[in-house]
C-alpha cells in the first residue's frame, strides 16, 4: 500500500458508511492525487460508497475546455464516474474574483449533492500556510489564522483528508503512479494574493526560515486550539443569552451588557456565524455598540443578508427575506392550509369549545392602518396597532400579521386574538387560527 495513503486511510474508515462520496475535481495536482487516493482505497473495501468526481468549467481560463476534456479522459482511464458543470461569474465581483469563483464553485457542487453525500476536497498543508499568512493581511481574526478544518459543514460534510501532507510529496506520488495533470496559469499570476504569497513571500521567508513550514504548522495548531477555546467560551455564554421564538433568532441585550466588550464580540461572532453572517468589523461593532446594545429604543443595523434589530431588550437577526413585502391577501376556506410567502402560512386546529367558524367564507389580508376590533375577553375595542404592541409582535412583524376578515369585518388577528362577535362555541363546530410565520428561521 502506498506510504501517502497509509497516512489518510484511518481518517477514511469511518466514512465508508456515507452513500456517495463527492470529490472536487479540477484536473490539478493535489485533486488528481486525491482522486486517485481515495479510488484505490475504495476498490479495496466490499459494497464501497459511489465515488463521483465533480469538475466545474469556470470560463475565465481559454484553456478551460481542454481542462474538461483532460479531467474526462482520466476519469474514464480510471473507471471513475465524473458530472461536470458549466458556471459563469458576472464582472466586477466586489468580493474578487479568487472568492467569488470559490463561492461559485461550491454552489454548483452543492446542486449535485444529497443529504448524506461526503464533500472531499485537496487542500494539503502548503495551502493552510498560504491560507495563514493571506488571512494575517485580511485581518480574520484567530479563527481565521486557525486554517482550514479536516473536516467542516456538520450538516454538508467536507473533509480534506491531504491537511498534513505537503505539495511535493503529493507531486511525488503522481510521479511515482504516473498521473498526469493540469497547469492553471493563473496559479503563477502574483497578481493574485495566494499565488504572491505561494511564489514570491514565503520563497523569501525560506532563505531565513529554511523550517518555516513546521514553525507555521506548529503555530496554527495553537491557534486551532485558542480557537476551540473561544468556541467554548462563546457557546455557554450563547446558552445564557441566545434565544428563538416565533419573531426569530434573538439575544438578550441585557445580558450582552453585563459581560466585558471582548466577551461580548466573541459570543456575537458565534452567534452570526450560525445566522450564516460574517463578524462584524471594527467600525459595524462601534455601530451595532451605539444604536443597539447601548441604545433602548429600536435600532436598526444593516448587514449583508439582512439585519440586526433590536425590540425592547432582544436584539434579532432579521433575514433580507422578512424584509420583502406581504401578500397582497386572498379568499380562503375549508380547512386547507394556505401559503402567505414572507408572512409564513395559516392553518386550522380543529376539535376547540371556542374557536371561530372554519365553514365560513374568510379572506386574508394585511394590516393598512386605522383598523379597530374588539378582541374577545376584552370589554372595549382597541386599535389594531395597539393591540399588536400589547402582543409584543416587533415593529418590522406588523405589516405581515395576516388577518382574518369575514364580510369585511375583522374576525381575526392570526392565531393572537379572535374578535368577540366571531367567536364560535362547541367542540364539533369550533376551529383555532394557527399562524405559522415560517419565513423566520427561529420560527418552528
Not at 479510488?39 to 468549467?57: G, S, V
Not at 478544518?149 to 491537511?163: E, G
Not at 374588539?374 to 416587533?394: D, T
Request: a positive charge.
Amino acid at each position: 500500500m502506498p506510504e501517502l495513503l497509509t497516512t489518510i486511510s484511518p481518517g477514511l474508515l469511518p466514512l465508508l458508511v456515507r452513500p456517495r462520496w463527492l470529490v472536487g475535481y479540477s484536473g490539478g495536482l493535489d485533486s488528481t492525487v486525491l482522486l486517485h487516493l481515495l479510488n484505490r482505497f475504495l476498490q479495496q473495501h466490499r459494497e464501497p460508497p459511489a465515488l463521483l468526481a465533480i469538475h466545474i468549467h469556470h470560463g475565465l481560463s481559454p484553456d478551460a475546455q481542454t481542462w474538461q476534456q483532460h479531467c474526462e479522459t482520466f476519469c474514464k482511464h480510471q473507471g471513475i464516474a465524473l458530472a461536470c458543470r458549466s458556471i459563469v461569474l458576472p464582472p466586477n465581483q466586489p468580493e474578487g474574483l479568487e472568492a467569488a469563483a470559490r463561492r461559485a464553485r461550491y454552489d454548483a457542487i452543492d446542486g449535485l449533492r444529497q443529504p448524506d453525500d461526503v464533500l472531499f476536497l485537496g487542500h494539503h498543508l502548503d495551502d493552510q500556510l498560504e491560507t495563514l499568512v493571506l488571512n494575517l493581511f485580511r485581518s480574520r481574526g484567530i479563527a481565521g489564522l486557525a486554517g482550514m478544518a479536516a473536516q467542516s459543514h456538520p450538516a454538508a460534510l467536507r473533509v480534506r483528508p491531504l491537511l498534513a501532507c505537503t505539495r511535493a510529496e503529493l507531486r511525488d506520488y503522481a510521479c511515482q503512479n504516473e498521473l498526469h495533470w493540469v497547469e492553471d496559469e493563473s496559479n503563477r499570476d502574483v497578481r493574485f494574493s495566494r499565488s504572491f504569497v505561494r511564489h514570491r513571500l514565503l520563497p523569501t521567508a525560506a532563505v531565513h526560515w529554511p523550517d518555516y513550514s513546521s514553525r507555521l504548522a506548529a503555530t496554527m495548531r495553537d491557534l486551532h486550539h485558542a480557537s476551540e477555546l473561544l468556541d467554548e467560551v462563546a457557546a455557554a455564554d450563547l446558552a445564557a443569552a441566545g434565544g428563538t421564538d416565533r419573531w426569530g433568532r434573538f439575544l438578550d441585550a441585557g445580558v450582552l451588557a453585563d459581560i466585558s466588550e471582548v466577551r461580548a464580540r466573541n459570543l456575537l461572532r458565534l452567534w452570526l456565524h450560525r445566522c450564516n453572517v460574517p463578524m462584524l468589523r471594527q467600525r459595524q461593532w462601534r455601530v451595532f455598540s451605539t444604536d443597539l446594545l447601548a441604545s433602548t429604543g429600536s435600532g436598526v443595523m444593516a448587514l449583508r443578508g439582512g439585519s440586526l434589530r433590536r425590540f425592547r431588550q432582544a436584539i434579532y437577526f432579521v433575514p433580507g427575506v422578512e424584509l420583502a413585502e406581504p401578500p397582497t391577501g386572498s379568499s380562503w376556506d375549508g380547512y386547507e392550509r394556505v401559503g402567505l410567502g414572507p408572512a409564513g402560512a395559516l392553518r386550522w386546529s380543529p376539535g376547540h369549545d371556542r374557536g371561530l367558524d372554519p365553514q365560513r367564507e374568510y379572506r386574508v389580508a394585511f394590516r393598512t392602518g386605522g383598523e379597530v376590533f374588539q378582541p374577545s375577553g376584552s370589554r372595549h375595542s382597541k386599535s389594531l396597532k395597539r393591540f399588536l404592541q400589547e402582543q409584543g409582535v416587533p415593529p418590522w412583524w406588523r405589516n405581515r400579521v395576516p388577518l382574518l376578515l369575514c364580510n369585511g369585518q375583522l374576525a381575526a388577528v392570526a392565531d393572537l386574538a379572535i374578535a368577540a362577535c366571531f367567536v364560535c362555541s362547541g367542540a364539533t363546530s369550533a376551529a383555532q387560527l394557527v399562524w405559522e410565520p415560517q419565513g423566520n428561521p427561529g420560527a418552528g
